[in-house]
């Protein structure tokens, strides 16, 4: 298990506190507003549209928030019009760093990005800056105790999983980019609550860091996730056991 995929579930723990300033909500009622926009309002025939009901109600989204976000999505409610965009940037250490972006002003969201990379010793880039060291894959995300190993392994790989690991007290399911909802589905139909299903950027050589290093490059990354128009934000370092002990 990676110091990278610790230190995530050390961040999701922390999500309670952001739910609380609505952060999260913000950024799944955009989720919802753009998948319902780009293929229509029926979850069933929507799998993108399904993961963000999934994400909505993991958050403990009530009902009526999930229905408004989706028919402003679909044009039946007025709603701000968003578009998505892909940053990329440079951290200290040379640690690249991948942001999803949903703003309804471009201009005014790269000015303040810009100044996020600046101030905690990086730099933005532009188009192919740091994707290049990520692959797109599909994350499934299972509470450990919604299932046993036995039956989660059987629905997940028999759906086309490529892994499974416990990570902290979540089942972390990967599969290739094309095949997430199938395995989801597959694990849904076996009657296993999933819990979070997402496209995520995955490093192929993450970097090892501990030391002021890991403190600056943590506060990039905390930063860059505090800013409302940013959804998710995916770097290719990792927490040296000796950094996750001090951050714990």
């Given amino acids: 298990m990676s110091g990278h995929s ?3 579930t ?3 723990k922390k999500g309670a506190e952001d739910a609380k300033r609505g952060k999260v909500f913000t950024k799944v009622v955009k989720e919802i507003t753009i998948a319902a926009r780009g293929g229509g309002g029926d979850p069933d025939g929507n799998p993108r549209l399904r993961r963000a009901i999934d994400a909505a109600r ?3 989204m009530p009902a009526d928030t999930i229905t408004r976000a989706i028919k402003k999505g679909t044009g039946e409610l007025e709603g701000v019009q968003y578009e998505e965009l892909l940053y990329e940037g440079i951290g ?3 640690a690249l760093f991948v942001c999803e972006v949903v703003t309804d002003n471009r201009n005014r969201t790269i000015a303040e990005v810009r100044k996020i990379f600046d101030r905690n010793h990086g730099q933005i880039g532009t188009s192919g800056t740091a994707a290049w060291a990520f692959e797109q894959k599909g994350i499934i995300r ?4 919604a299932t046993t190993e036995e039956a989660l392994f059987e629905a997940a790989v028999g759906g086309g999983a490529e892994n499974m690991e416990l990570v902290g007290e979540q089942w972390v399911v990967t599969t290739a980019r094309n095949d997430l909802d199938a395995v989801r589905d597959a694990i849904d139909t076996s009657g296993i609550p999933v819990g979070e299903a997402s496209l995520e950027f995955i490093p192929n050589n993450p970097k090892v860091v501990e030391g002021t290093e890991a ?3 943590i506060q990039l ?3 860059l996730e505090e800013h409302d128009d940013i959804q998710t934000v995916f770097s290719d370092f990792e927490l040296s056991e000796q950094a996750l002990v001090e951050m714990a």
Wanted: proline share 0%; glycine share 10%.
């Fill in 10 to 12: 050390i961040k999701r």
């Fill in 215 to 217: 403190e600056k490059l």
């Fill in 58 to 60: 993991s958050a403990n």
């Fill in 6 to 8: 610790k230190w995530s």
């Fill in 221 to 223: 990354f905390e930063a």
């Fill in 142 to 145: 299972v509470a450990e105790g």
């Fill in 92 to 94: 200290t250490d040379g």
